[in-house]
Each structure stands twice: as C-alpha cells, then as structure tokens.
C-alpha cells in the first residue's frame, strides 16, 4: 500500500491567501485525522472523521480553519485567511479502527509570511 | 480527563547502551497506549502498541515496551541503542472516553544516541 498522501510537501505563501491542504488516507481506513505540529505547541490534534463525518472539531483553532471529506479517498484542510501563526506542520493520519494504530503522511510544512 | 506525561525533554545514550524513554498515563478504564517514532521530515511511524495480554510488549526495529498498571508507566526500552535509532518518541493513549479513535500524545522525547 502507498501509504498516507499529503499534498503539498512544501506551501509557502502571504498572509492573507486561501491555503488548502489535501491528504489521500489508506485505502479501507475508516478513521482520517488533521494535526498540526509546532515547536511551541506540539503534536495537536485539529479535527478527525469516522467514516467521511466529523466526529470532533474540537481542536480546530478557530472559523479560519475548514476541514472537509467528500469522500473515502479524499480529505481537506483549508484556512482562509491564512496567518504567520499558522506556520507548522500538518499531518494527515488514517486508521482502520478505533484501537488501531494511526498511520500518518510525511506532512505538509507551511510557511506564511 | 486522560493524560500522557513524558518526563523527560531528551534523553542521552552511548550506541551499543541500553536505553529507556519514560512514558506515564491517566485514563479512567483500560488503557490502549501506543508508541510511535518520528524522524527529521517525516510523519510519526508506529512502534507497537498495549492493548490487553503481556505486560512486555515487542515492536518494530527491537523495541520494547513495558506495561506497568500499578505505576500507570509504559516505558519504551531497548537493550541495545543505535546511533539511527536517534530520533523524536511519542507515547500516546487512546482517548477511551466516547469510543472514539482519538488518540492523546505526549509532548516527545528526543533520543540522542552518540557513537
């Protein structure tokens, strides 16, 4: 299996612009997972699905932020506007159960300016 | 409120040394705990896992993980380092509040293993 896919690897933009994440989970995983990965703030979760639906936004930062599942093999993260806080790494994991191990992408490093 | 502490920032070792990296947790009920690497650029790849069964858990790359209830403790171990082995840990538990596949991570320690 290919594993997790996030695109972009790399996004630098200005603050201001629409930034949207994307992240391809395992074929057959039920469960995809957003985080966001800072030296301040660590390893955080922002939202996850259950079969395509939000299950727990509860650590998305604020309306900026927009998660999304139109389906199966596709999720994305947007933040419009974007801001210099919003700076990190984010990673994209999908599991096949509750109790299973996540597998996470190799992650998308944000840079706005 | 479940809870995971990693004592430690970073934890120095010589290569060939064995090595500890500390985790504790808080859940109400039975804990599901995870440990999981991560390396420069890439995402957290997964060690092994409790669930239920040996106290001793076995995982990838010679690690070991040491279940230990009444010490609510989950340490990573291995007999012998590597200087690749040098990387970024996470010990994680599974929010078991709800039945959700939430997982609650430690802030990590970083391993420094030197030649």
């Known amino acids: 299996d290919a594993g997790v896919i996030q695109s972009p690897r790399h996004e630098v933009t200005e603050m201001g612009q629409e930034v949207t994440l994307r992240c391809k989970p395992i074929?057959?995983?039920?469960?995809l997972f957003w985080y966001r990965q800072t030296m301040m703030r660590g390893l955080e979760l922002l939202i996850y699905f259950n079969n395509n639906v939000p299950i727990d936004d509860s650590g998305m930062p604020e309306d900026r932020f927009s998660a999304k599942m139109p389906n199966a093999s596709f999720s994305t993260l947007k933040i419009q506007p974007s801001e210099p806080r919003d700076s990190a790494v984010y990673f994209c994991?999908?599991?096949?159960?509750?109790?299973?191990?996540?597998?996470f992408g190799d992650g998308t490093r944000l840079s706005i300016l | 409120a479940q809870s995971v502490a990693q004592p430690e920032d970073q934890v120095n070792v010589a290569e060939g040394n064995p090595l500890t990296v500390k985790c504790t947790y808080s859940?109400?009920?039975?804990?599901?705990l995870f440990w999981y690497v991560q390396y420069p650029n890439r995402g957290l790849q997964f060690l092994l896992k409790?669930?239920?069964?040996?106290?001793l858990v076995k995982g990838s790359y010679g690690f070991e993980a040491e279940f230990n209830k009444s010490q609510t403790s989950f340490h990573l171990k291995k007999p012998s380092a590597l200087v690749s082995d040098s990387a970024l840990y996470f010990c994680?538990?599974?929010?078991?509040?709800?039945?959700?596949?939430?997982?609650?991570f430690g802030q990590g320690t970083t391993l420094q293993v030197k030649p």
């Open positions: 994680a538990v599974r929010d078991v509040s709800g039945n959700t596949g939430k997982l609650i």
């Open positions: 994991a999908s599991s096949p159960a509750g109790n299973q191990p996540q597998h």
């Open positions: 859940v109400s009920g039975n804990p599901y």
């Open positions: 409790y669930i239920t069964g040996d106290n």
């Open positions: 074929s057959g995983h039920d469960y």
